[in-house]
């Protein structure tokens, strides 16, 4: 089903490409650290978020990659579905989500090269020059990688996610070892504890359920640089998501073994409790900064996935003729989007620096990342409402069963977008927050929608 423009693109990725690209996808550190600030309750919301959301996603997911595999993923299905004017909000809200996540480059490199140096490196994380400058770097870096290609950026994932998985089952197993030890009195892993119903416990919740567990969809940005897409993007899902859910439950259990939950760092949880776990351990001081290194290309990694998809969506609505035809340009050697990739580059290094404006350093990160999975979930709004109200348009019938779990989807993103303004770390003034990021949502789309009226007049 690919179209005339995606047979020019080669085709890089297979299955184990796409099993390790969805790991290290939804494998993301940051929201282990969230998850932590539930404390005992922490299994009992993980496993409502995978019963409510998770399984939902994946269902929708694969059955959508197998009706519509085609560059572009949710944009494609959303321009499908609901029209022009609607795709394009959809690519808007995916491009800022990959801009602005990847505005935490250089909070999250300094953090986690600090916590591997040790205590004498603290200063890094309050030094906002270090952080812009390491955040230009990655991104420069992420420019030169993203004009070779997926045949190459592909490395770097599969890397990173191997490296991920080990870090994160290295971290699991250190309880039980310190208990075979006698350093810890008991562990119990998965504790059945009621949470309390307020709003701190639902935002972390949501925080939880959409943050952590949302991005099944996003290698299907890279459908038409797929082998046999139709197939294996499906089964990509059905591999990688049992391993990712068995990650996020008992690595937060692990991280809880060791640091108290108002002691939780949101930025570094794992480096932190590593830190904490192999204290007294002969090889810590080997151990521990070869696992925050590991995990440190874990991010390195996924903004490298981020980056290649923020690149591909201005392509894709090119072909459209959504955009400018400037971006759909290729590398004539690899086949690449030139145009596009220092666009993004350009934007995501702005708004790195934007963000460090008058704020701390828990903060920033807090708004960086609140900002960019609330346009992630307004994009998942149109992608859960496809099953609901585009059967028709789409010629397709769906299913009961597709429904309910779409309308289950779909109640738990509008549930993060509106519990999106509450912060769950200390902030200076929360309604100073609460409409920080409520005005950059509504702003952003605003200008979305006048964005396309524009380039509709000038077609």
């Known amino acids: 089903m690919a179209t005339a423009s995606e047979t020019t693109l080669p085709r890089a990725l297979g299955l184990r490409d796409l099993v390790l690209a969805q790991i290290l996808y939804l494998t ?28 939902p996603e994946a269902i929708i997911v694969s059955r959508l990659n197998r009706l519509f595999p085609l560059e572009g993923g949710m944009y494609e299905w959303a321009r499908l579905a609901f029209g022009d004017r609607i795709g394009f909000l959809v690519a808007w809200n995916l491009w800022l989500y990959v801009v602005v996540y990847m505005a935490m480059a250089g909070l999250l490199a300094t953090s986690f090269v600090a916590y591997a140096i040790g205590p004498g490196a603290t200063w890094m994380t309050g030094n906002k020059l270090l952080t812009v400058t390491t955040c230009a770097v990655l991104i420069c870096g992420l420019v030169f990688v993203a004009r070779l290609g997926l045949g190459v950026g592909k490395w770097i994932t599969n890397t990173g996610s191997a490296l991920t998985v080990l870090t994160i089952a290295t971290l699991i197993a250190m309880p039980f070892v310190h208990v075979w030890r006698g350093t810890l009195a008991s562990y119990r892993p998965l504790t059945l504890a009621v949470p309390p119903v307020s709003i701190f416990s ?3 919740f949501s925080k939880m359920t959409f943050g952590a567990l949302c991005g099944f969809e996003f290698v299907a940005i ?21 391993v990712i859910a068995l990650l996020y439950v008992l690595g937060t259990s692990a991280i809880l073994a060791f640091v108290p939950t108002a002691q939780v760092d949101v930025v570094a949880a794992i480096p932190q409790a590593m830190t904490a776990a192999f204290r007294g351990f002969s090889i810590a001081k080997f151990i521990l900064p070869i ?20 690149a591909r969506l201005p392509m894709v609505a090119g072909w459209d003729h959504l955009l400018p035809a400037w971006f759909t340009r290729l590398h004539p050697k690899y086949k690449t989007p030139v145009n596009s990739i220092l666009f993004a580059g350009v934007i995501a290094l702005s708004a790195s620096m934007a963000v460090m404006i008058g704020v701390k350093e828990q903060e920033a990160f807090e708004l960086l990342l609140i900002w960019a999975f609330t346009f992630y979930a307004t994009a998942y709004l149109v992608m859960f409402a496809i099953p ?16 309910a ?54 077609s």
């Open 28 to 55: 993301i550190p940051e929201f282990f650290g969230t998850a932590a600030k539930a404390g005992a309750y922490q299994f009992v919301l993980w496993s409502i978020a995978i019963l409510l959301f998770y399984v």
């Open 202 to 204: 639902l935002s972390v």
């Open 222 to 242: 890279f459908a038409g640089e797929c082998r046999d897409p139709e197939r294996n993007l499906p089964r990509s899902v059905l591999i990688s998501a049992p």
């Open 291 to 310: 696992c925050v290194v590991a995990l440190l290309t874990n991010y390195v990694s996924t903004f490298n996935i981020n980056f290649s998809g923020a």
């Open 388 to 403: 609901l109200f585009a059967g028709r348009r789409l010629s397709s019938t769906f299913s009961w069963k597709l429904r």
């Open 405 to 458: 779990a779409a309308v289950l989807g779909l109640l738990v993103t509008l549930l993060y977008i509106v519990l999106s303004v509450f912060p769950i770390i200390d902030v200076p003034s929360p309604l100073e927050y609460a409409m920080k990021t409520g005005a950059v949502i509504i702003i952003a789309n605003v200008g979305g929608v006048l964005l396309y009226r524009v380039g509709q007049q000038k």
